[in-house]
């Protein structure tokens, strides 16, 4: 039995419409405090000024936060950012070919933890001994008092924000409160031809939900899920939520926290995020990791970039773009979608630790390459 794949939606112009009214609305301010630099000190003077000679820093990561962060950071810095706004699949595969050629346009690639295999092996720049500001440097700044990393050496691939991932996404009139509340009730029979879900397949949002339902609950339930619920597989985030939207499917799977809040914010009240007794989902740091290459074409602007994006006043206008927690202490996580925020009494499945990318969800990933095929 074949998956369905679905092509964009012939509706997707809806989404765009409701993106592009609802945008002003749930955004908040991008400013967090005035102080990020506070302390400074002389090698933070001279990688400024260096950067300020260079003009540019060029970066790569979700589009959605281009233009608010492009603007903030040449108002505190005064150096431009060329950013170059993408899918997170598109951006990897630029950044990937280009560390391959050895001749990079790309400063820095906001992204996960996909190239955490490469962490050891001499291309990227050290970033733990670029973190230069006292607001970002010091770990008790950081939730847990430690600064997250995805590399084992805790060096290259740092992990400023992180959140809840891996829930399903719920039509209210299709399913109402109370008819989801598992993981196993997405294999009721009523649902079979209403789930759709991001290509798990690819690395993305899909891989990262179907790797944790491998793991929590093994290879017969993924095969259920997938083929005998005929689940729907696409490669527009958008889609997977415009789908629930309107009423196509009952459920999505791979969803993401900006896709589901700007709808939210546009009034769209008939979707909703269960909380499943049989497990709480995962923690990833989604498209926070910075990396930076070993010859990047801006090495100053770079360093400049990333610990100013570190601080509280990028990691609030991250927060409030991409609907996701901070690590950082001095950010309150108010005004965020509950479904994203870590608890406390929860047991989570960490996504974002170099033994997870290097070992289940390498396993999780082919098994799922192999069932589906293409």
């Given amino acids: 039995m074949k998956l369905q794949w679905t092509g964009r939606s012939r509706l997707a112009a809806l989404g765009w419409f409701l993106f592009a009214m609802s945008a002003a609305l749930w955004i908040g301010p991008a400013v967090a405090n005035?102080?990020?630099?506070?302390?400074?000190?002389?090698?933070?003077?001279?990688?400024?000024?260096?950067?300020?000679?260079?003009?540019?820093v060029v970066v790569a990561g979700p589009a959605q936060i281009a233009e608010k962060m492009a603007t903030a950071f040449e108002k505190d810095t005064g150096i431009k950012i060329d950013y170059l706004?993408?899918?997170?699949?598109?951006?990897?595969?630029?950044?990937?070919?280009e560390l391959a050629a050895g001749v990079l346009s790309i400063d820095v690639r906001l992204g996960g933890g996909t190239e955490v295999s490469l962490a050891g092996s001499d291309v990227f720049a050290s970033q733990s001994e670029n973190l230069l500001l006292?607001?970002?440097s010091d770990p008790a700044n950081w939730r847990g008092d430690l600064i997250k990393w995805?590399?084992?050496?805790?060096?290259?691939?740092?992990?400023?924000?992180?959140?809840?991932?891996?829930?399903?996404?719920?039509?209210?009139?299709?399913?109402?409160?109370?008819?989801?509340?598992?993981?196993?009730?997405?294999?009721?029979?009523?649902?079979?031809?209403?789930?759709?879900?991001?290509?798990?397949?690819?690395?993305?949002?899909?891989?990262a939900a179907f790797a944790y339902l491998g793991h929590r609950f093994g290879e017969d339930y993924l095969r259920q899920l997938l083929f005998d619920q005929k689940v729907t597989v696409v490669?527009?985030?958008?889609?997977?939520?415009?789908?629930?939207?309107?009423?196509n499917h009952a459920i999505a799977l791979g969803a993401v926290a900006p896709h589901v809040e700007r709808f939210r914010a546009a009034g769209i009240d008939n979707i909703y995020v269960p909380e499943m007794s049989d497990g709480p989902g995962?923690?990833?740091?989604?498209?926070?990791?910075?990396?930076?290459?070993?010859?990047?074409?801006?090495?100053?602007?770079?360093?400049?970039?990333?610990?100013?994006?570190?601080?509280?006043?990028?990691?609030?206008?991250?927060?409030?773009?991409?609907?996701?927690?901070?690590?950082?202490?001095?950010l309150?996580?108010?005004?965020?979608?509950?479904?994203?925020?870590?608890q406390d009494d929860k047991v989570y499945l960490d996504q974002y630790r170099?033994?997870?990318?290097?070992?289940?969800?390498?396993?999780?990933?082919?098994?799922?390459r192999e069932i589906i095929g293409n």
């Fill in 150 to 207: 995805v590399d084992n050496a805790n060096t290259y691939m740092p992990v400023p924000n992180e959140y809840v991932f891996g829930w399903a996404l719920v039509n209210r009139d299709m399913a109402p409160e109370g008819a989801v509340l598992t993981w196993q009730d997405l294999l009721k029979p009523e649902f079979k031809g209403k789930i759709i879900a991001f290509d798990p397949t690819i690395p993305g949002p899909g891989q």
């Fill in 134 to 136: 006292p607001s970002v």
């Fill in 282 to 330: 995962s923690l990833v740091g989604g498209s926070s990791v910075p990396l930076i290459a070993k010859n990047a074409p801006h090495p100053n602007a770079a360093v400049v970039f990333l610990n100013w994006y570190m601080s509280s006043r990028g990691q609030k206008i991250f927060q409030d773009v991409w609907q996701t927690p901070s690590r950082r202490r001095d």
């Fill in 354 to 368: 170099e033994e997870w990318y290097l070992g289940g969800r390498q396993h999780w990933s082919k098994y799922l």
């Fill in 34 to 56: 005035d102080d990020w630099a506070a302390g400074a000190g002389p090698e933070w003077d001279a990688a400024l000024s260096a950067a300020r000679a260079e003009g540019l």
């Fill in 235 to 247: 490669r527009q985030g958008r889609q997977v939520v415009e789908s629930v939207v309107l009423g």
């Fill in 332 to 342: 309150s996580h108010e005004g965020l979608p509950a479904y994203v925020i870590p």
């Fill in 85 to 97: 706004g993408g899918s997170n699949r598109d951006v990897r595969t630029r950044f990937g070919k």
